[in-house]
């Protein structure tokens, strides 16, 4: 631990260069729209080089300091007594055996900082100002189709819905006429999309005084540096509306219920007689001389808890992952899409399940599923734990009816403008589920990219045979994941599912493109209090296996500044016993594959007779990540799952 004096000259430093970075944005927005290309160069420049510099520090700073708690203590005849104890929690104390307390006190309450520790607050509020500084630096790189006409990309499909949704009748917004025609990237995703886009449109055209960003028609194709601001800055509020408290609310839920896992796993060793802990915080079998063995992988970790010693550094892991996760920022800040908007509403969602919150939590749910279909990835895992709770419930159906009445109002709420006729609604499913595009689009790494490289399955069998087999191929991916968490509906065993579910749909599923994996990425995000390298090593993979169509956009140079910085992220995180073991070693080797792909790619020409080879190469060694993934994943979760609850006191 740092001295007194020394944490006090650190502290006021960090809070000179927040405050100095604080000024620098407000500053960078003025000078942004006197001389865009000018900004351009100083925060894409400058911006990543303070974020990687500052954040270790701040996030060691906090991570270090003796937290302040009031412990229990278990004697040996399992008598109780309240006393107030330091805790050291240090970054080589992050995890540790199932209910060792080697070192330090069972935690009860939630832990307090010290005086000499910024406060958790604080932290989370650098990491917030870091996260904006970082979109708004990919932002000012190219967006997908610039300068490419006649489509341009989805920077131009996001500005026609707000044409369209801003200057013609609800009633028009799915049918093709002859102001909406529908093979100029006609609207084709859920209503509160289109409700998001009409809301821009009106904000470009009444509030803002610009009707040429959305003028009908004669606004195709726009692309100047105006409406390229206005419309980086819309994805940058809706993450500061939506995603960013999402965040802090499923992580802060992450650690209370670690929190309480930890206690009950700690509470059942000591009343079994397995290491009991005397008066003084060690346990009775030996002392902590900081040797390797004191401290666990993340496979010893008791059902419930978190493999880091304190909530508070549970809640910043986990914001810190999901907040850097370079996947998220490049596709939403960089190729332009919303993203953020549907994810943010599954992990608010996730959060209320997390809090026994099942209303809130089916509410928030249908808002994703009504943002954006792709959400549907995670239906099943609502369904099953939704259900496995009623069930244990003492009055089932009331329960089922209950929830089935909440999502049947928010459905109604969200459609309510199309349930004018049955023809209406059934257009807007033809134009959600567009079947007729095939299996997958373009180069995707999953399991049917690779059958197709093998024996061009997508040649041999038609279109209603393909889906079928897919159908069939993800109920068995998934199902076994879904009956484990209908047998036993806990949040470990949610989050879990979540990911299996997720990325079964991800690899076998019908009509899958490369953004798809920012699905089970989120759902990584949210496991990484128990699987810090495997969820890292996850949501690496997945921006990788992107890789292709980000260089079409344009993002190597974002591509590879979000990737390091969420490499430092990571290596943060993770636990010094993870730092010093094998399966890191194995992590490194295979990042290491990835990056000699992409060496490969830039001094090894393609032959002309496979013009595609790298981006195939990439997108195969991806999907066998992703393959061994699965399979890791629903290995863990059957552990979690026959592993006994630990009774919470």
């Not at 332009?336 to 399940?353: E, I, K, P, T, W």
């Not at 099943?380 to 109002?409: C, D, E, N, Q």
Request: charged fraction near 10%; glycine fraction near 6%; aromatic fraction near 12%.
């Amino acid at each position: 631990m740092f001295p007194l004096p020394s944490l006090l000259l650190v502290s006021l430093f960090i809070t000179v260069i927040i405050v100095s970075i604080v000024t620098i944005i407000s500053l960078g927005c003025l000078l942004l729209l006197l001389f865009y290309s000018m900004e351009m160069f100083f925060i894409s420049v400058l911006s990543p080089v303070i974020i990687v510099c500052l954040a270790p520090l701040v996030f060691v700073l906090h991570v270090r300091q003796p937290i302040v708690c009031t412990s229990i203590s278990h004697s040996a005849s399992g008598g109780r007594q309240t006393d107030d104890c330091v805790c050291s929690v240090t970054i080589s104390r992050l995890s540790r055996q199932p209910g060792d307390l080697r070192g330090a006190q069972l935690c009860t309450t939630r832990p307090t900082m010290a005086t000499s520790s910024p406060p958790l607050w604080l932290c989370m509020v650098v990491l917030f100002a870091f996260a904006v500084v970082v979109r708004w630096s990919v932002g000012l790189h190219p967006h997908s189709g610039q300068g490419v006409p006649p489509k341009h990309g989805d920077f131009e499909a996001q500005r026609h819905w707000m044409e369209l949704t801003w200057h013609l009748p609800v009633s028009s917004w799915y049918w093709p006429g002859p102001d909406n025609d529908l093979l100029y990237w006609g609207l084709d995703y859920p209503p509160l999309t289109a409700y998001g886009s009409w809301l821009c449109g009106y904000v470009a055209d009444a509030v803002l005084g610009h009707p040429e960003w959305v003028a009908l028609h004669t606004s195709r194709g726009a692309e100047g540096p105006d409406i390229k601001l206005f419309m980086r800055a819309t994805v940058l509020v809706a993450d500061l509306v939506l995603l960013f408290p999402a965040i802090w609310a499923l992580a802060s839920a992450i650690a209370a219920s670690a929190r309480q896992g930890e206690v009950g796993a700690a509470s059942k060793r000591t009343h079994t007689g397995k290491g009991s802990v005397d008066g003084g915080g060690n346990e009775g079998d030996g002392g902590d001389d900081g040797s390797p063995d004191d401290v666990a992988t993340t496979s010893a970790c008791p059902p419930g808890a978190s493999v880091y010693a304190s909530s508070s550094v549970t809640l910043l892991v986990v914001a810190a992952v999901m907040l850097f996760s370079p996947g998220l920022i490049l596709i939403d800040h960089g190729h332009f899409q919303y993203n953020g908007v549907s994810l943010g509403l599954v992990a608010a969602a996730m959060a209320a399940v997390l809090r026994k919150r099942d209303w809130t939590a089916s509410a928030l749910f249908v808002l994703a599923l009504n943002y954006k279909q792709m959400c549907l990835y995670f239906a099943p895992v609502y369904f099953f734990y939704l259900l496995g709770k009623s069930l244990a419930s003492p009055r089932p159906l009331v329960t089922v009816a209950a929830i089935g009445v909440v999502v049947i109002a928010t459905f109604a709420v969200c459609w309510l403008p199309f349930l004018t006729s049955v023809d209406h609604v059934l257009q807007i499913l033809h134009r959600l589920f567009p079947f007729s595009r095939g299996l997958f689009e373009d180069k995707v790494a999953n399991f049917w990219f690779v059958v197709d490289t093998a024996i061009k399955l997508r040649r041999r069998l038609p279109i209603a045979v393909l889906s079928k087999l897919s159908l069939g191929t993800t109920l068995v991916a998934f199902l076994p994941s879904c009956a484990m968490l209908l047998r036993k509906p806990t949040g470990e065993q949610f989050l879990y599912s979540s990911l299996v579910v997720s990325l079964s749909f991800f690899l076998f599923s019908f009509q899958v493109h490369e953004k798809s994996v920012l699905i089970p990425a989120m759902a990584a995000g949210a496991l990484v209090h128990r699987e810090p390298l495997a969820a890292c090593w996850f949501i690496a993979m997945s921006t990788f296996s992107m890789y292709p169509l980000l260089e079409k956009d344009g993002l190597p140079t974002a591509y590879i500044g979000t990737m390091l910085l969420f490499g430092v992220t990571a290596y943060l995180v993770l636990p010094q016993a993870t730092l010093r073991s094998r399966h890191f070693l194995v992590c490194c080797l295979s990042l290491f594959g990835a990056a000699m792909l992409h060496v490969l790619a830039l001094v090894v020409p393609p032959p002309a007779r496979l013009p595609h080879i790298h981006v195939v190469a990439m997108c195969l060694y991806s999907a066998a990540h992703f393959l061994v993934f699965w399979v890791y994943f629903n290995l863990r979760q059957y552990l979690n799952f026959v592993a006994p609850k630990p009774k919470t006191q």
